[in-house]
């Protein structure tokens, strides 16, 4: 069986405060040391990482002899990460994230069942157009919903200060 015709694989795994055990990965066990911006990250999978942080956000350091520069940065739906390989942007729901600048980068989940790639951003673009029908739906009720009550209360008020002015003017006119 060729790898374009491999069903998509279920991603099994555990995340504890210092260990992680996965289908694909293995156990390893992980312990960062900390302080005053300075830390080292012992991994049993990965090895020694020296880092400094430069600021929210933004580290540097070492692993395995190769420097390392990672940016994460969010501001509102979107999240920012800037690193040696370049810049990508992702937008996160909850059925996983769409990376606009780099789509092969995507996640999609749905019954437990994770899946990456160009299928996850096509399931990713099909369930942001149905959020974006669904949404714009609601807006539309809610904004007709505010416009009729608006008319409503506005005829209100004009029929009852023509009611008043009548009334007011029929008690003058004796």
Known sequence: MSEKNTPPKKRIEYRGKNVRVSRTGGVSGT???????????????HGVRLHKRLFKGA????????FQ???????????FNISKGGVSTS????????????????????GGIQVRGKNAATLQ???????????????????????????FL??????????GFYKGYKGNVR
Do not use: E
């Open 91 to 110: 937008i996160k729901n909850k059925r996983g994230s769409y990376n606009i600048m780099k789509p092969n980068y995507s996640s999609f989940k749905l």
């Open 31 to 45: 312990k960062t040391i900390s302080k005053d911006g300075y830390g080292a990250t012992i991994n049993t999978n």
């Open 59 to 66: 580290r540097m350091g070492f692993q395995r002899g190769n």
């Open 69 to 79: 520069f990672i940016g994460r940065y969010n501001s509102g739906p979107f999240n």
């Open 154 to 163: 506005s005829l209100k008020w004009i029929v009852d200060f023509f009611i």
């Open 125 to 151: 673009l099909i369930f942001l157009a149905f959020s974006l029908i669904i949404n714009l739906f609601k807006f539309l009720w809610y904004i007709s919903t505010t416009l009729l009550w608006f008319v």
